[in-house]
């Protein structure tokens, strides 16, 4: 199925000594140029571009992931085969103290081997220095409490997709005017990729301990091309990120990964299975990080009885974690163009009876490249099934703008209610049975918070990287508690406590929230209350500023006087335990500022021999930027804007 759509191209980089932003609220339809984004300013852009030249057919930079728990880091990388791979670690810097690693290594791409390592007994609260070949030293640190824990969930980077010359067939990829538009394409995807990382991890206070990934790592299809190594520049896009050497991802696997054995040969995910396998990126895989169960499902494999039997599993050997999210690349409960198509929601109906009964908290999704949050659903379970192209001509018809040069987010709507078409109203029978309107659980906590809920939320990321958007569909689901698409990256914060996850989502451009925050509450209990007061009551007014002090004691206070009150109601302990907890977290220490409070920020990362970081992209972490974006809109109104149609790829 395809759909038309369109994305404004601004000429306004010629007119300005400095690429600004074009929009001050939202980046252009169909793709984000990142050139003309706020962290493109003061010449990052251009030292990127030069840096990119470098750096672009370098197939050797290093992916970690999370291990099985958090006592465990798994690595994996690429080599010369001619050269003795090689992985040394310690704790002091100079690793004057280290010891060599275990490596596993298997034949990769023609001329490469994929190398894997795993870190084991890993102390908590240290910083770990480690050395891969003969590349730079890099370090990661481990937390030292994981009882609570951050972690960032982005969706669909898919490098290279803003790619107008997308290869559809073997010829396409001999193009000259492919591979360079190829080069282009991941330079730009892989800049903004890198800016929502460093945004999402600032946002965090640098404690988020992993990212999440719902999928599409890359864009080249290896089917389509007959040819794997195509896509392994977009996997050098994907991973140089210099955050990234600090950071692991546990990565989901999407329709743009699924039949390129590339991503097993740079991923290292803990504990992969053979249930769910498609036999060539792997099965399902888990891991455990304090109370959170992770189940990563590869649901490009369509053996729901290997995935219920994956998960059962991994369930009951687990059953000592609180909480239990789930993975899937498709968004089977989201809101923007695939989230209709009968395939997304035949998935739908065969996954959900199996979360549920499994006590699931959270499913996390990406695909539609649009953000949505699922009301607390249960019970939305059917037995109705459709072929997978059963109404792609409504589905087409219903989105598409034609000859409109009017830039959208939302899909139109062309088939109307009262259309006496028998098709277009068997198509809107569809559609509104599958609002699931009776799967939406009534929350009498209030509409940003659930507790004690029977019911499961769904996450649908939006695009991490900007390279690809999708329009949400023009009639919102019962289903939907809140959505947005402004073309613009997008990252979430998911916070995690013994009695709570909180969810925060972010807009990457200005790091301005996109919805309110929400937050699943598990039974809080007086007992439970109290040991998180005990712990308040560490904290010393001396090492933090006044005004954080002061909202940290006022939630004190009030959970004090809340647990003191036997008959205090389950809402009421919740509530206290939430703003306790969000109290401590946003405690500011005091710091004393150095004479010369400069930080070089080096967000994109070189390999190989004695390379420095001579030039990596310089990121805007702050607001200072925005004061230019009035300039740019008065520029704006005096120049035409070049409208140009875009068309979806839809890749199944």
């Avoid at 001329?111 to 370090?139: F, P």
Wanted: glycine content about 4%.
């Amino acid at each position: 199925m395809k759909k038309k759509n369109l994305f404004v191209s601004a000429l306004v980089a010629t007119l300005l000594t400095q690429p600004i932003s074009v929009f001050a609220s939202a980046a252009m339809d169909g793709k984000t140029d990142a050139s003309t984004t706020p962290a493109a300013l003061n010449g990052a852009w251009e030292k990127w571009t030069q840096q990119w030249s470098k750096i672009e057919n370098d197939w050797t930079y290093v992916s970690l992931s999370p291990g099985k728990d958090e006592t465990e880091m798994n690595f994996a990388w690429y080599s010369h085969e001619s050269q003795s791979a090689t992985f040394k670690y310690g704790l002091k810097a100079d690793l004057s103290d280290s010891q060599n690693a275990k490596i596993s290594s298997t034949p990769a791409q023609v001329g490469y081997q994929s190398n894997k390592v795993t870190l084991t007994n890993l102390k908590a609260g240290k910083t770990y220095y480690y050395q891969v070949n003969d590349k730079e030293i890099a370090h990661f640190t481990t937390d030292d409490d994981f009882s609570d824990f951050s972690f960032i969930f982005v969706g669909d980077p898919q490098i290279g997709s803003s790619n107008e010359e997308k290869a559809k067939k073997p010829e396409d990829i001999i193009k000259p005017s492919f591979l360079t538009a190829q080069s282009e394409a991941v330079r730009n995807d892989s800049f903004n990729w890198n800016n929502t990382l460093n945004k999402a991890f600032t946002k965090s206070h640098k404690q988020a301990r992993f990212v999440l990934s719902a999928g599409d790592q890359i864009q080249t299809n290896a089917k389509k091309v007959k040819n794997q190594t195509i896509s392994e520049k977009e996997y050098t896009g994907y991973l140089c990120p210099e955050i990234l050497q600090s950071l692991p991802v546990a990565t989901t696997v999407g329709n743009h990964d699924a039949d390129n054995p590339n991503y097993t040969y740079h991923f290292n995910p803990s504990q992969m299975s053979e249930l769910g396998s498609n036999d060539i990126v792997g099965g399902d895989y888990y891991y455990t990080y304090g109370d959170a169960l992770f189940i990563m499902l590869n649901t490009q494999d369509t053996n729901i009885n290997e995935h219920k039997q994956f998960i059962e599993q991994t369930v009951k050997n687990n059953s000592d974690c609180k909480w239990r999210i789930v993975t899937l690349h498709q968004d089977i409960y989201g809101s923007a163009e695939h989230s209709n198509e009968p395939e997304i929601t035949n998935l739908r109906y065969q996954l959900t009876p199996i979360l549920e009964e499994n006590d699931i908290d959270v499913v996390l999704t990406g695909h539609d490249h649009a953000y949505s949050r699922s009301q607390m659903l249960k019970g939305g379970q059917k037995t109705n099934h459709y072929t997978d192209d059963e109404f792609d001509k409504q589905l087409e018809k219903d989105i598409d703008v034609k000859d409109s040069t009017q830039s959208l987010t939302v899909a139109p709507g062309n088939i109307k209610d009262d259309t006496t078409n028998p098709d277009e109203q068997a198509y809107l029978a569809y559609l509104k049975s599958i609002m699931d309107d009776e799967a939406v659980e009534a929350m009498s906590s209030g509409k940003n918070m659930a507790v004690d809920s029977k019911g499961i939320l769904y996450l649908t990321a939006g695009s991490s990287s900007g390279s690809k958007y999708y329009d949400l569909v023009p009639r919102q689901q019962t289903y939907i508690a809140n959505r947005w698409q402004e073309d613009v990256p997008t990252y979430t914060l998911i916070d995690v406590t013994e009695t709570t996850l909180t969810f925060n989502t972010y807009r990457s451009d200005n790091d301005e929230k996109i919805d309110s925050e929400f937050t699943i509450v598990k039974s809080v209990s007086h007992q439970e209350l109290s040991d998180l007061i005990n712990k308040a009551k560490t904290y010393q007014q001396k090492d933090y500023t006044k005004e954080s002090f002061t909202r940290f004691n006022q939630a004190l206070q009030g959970a004090n006087k809340v647990n003191e009150n036997k008959a205090s109601t389950s809402q009421e302990l919740a509530n206290a335990y939430k703003a306790l907890n969000d109290a401590i977290k946003s405690l500011v220490k005091k710091t004393i500022q150095p004479e010369n409070n400069t930080t070089p920020n080096t967000p994109i990362h070189q390999t190989g021999q004695n390379q420095k970081n001579e030039l990596t992209q310089s990121v805007q972490t702050d607001d200072q930027t925005s004061i230019l974006f009035p300039i740019t809109l008065i520029i704006l109104s005096g120049f035409g804007l070049m409208i140009f149609k875009r068309k979806k790829l839809l890749n199944k």
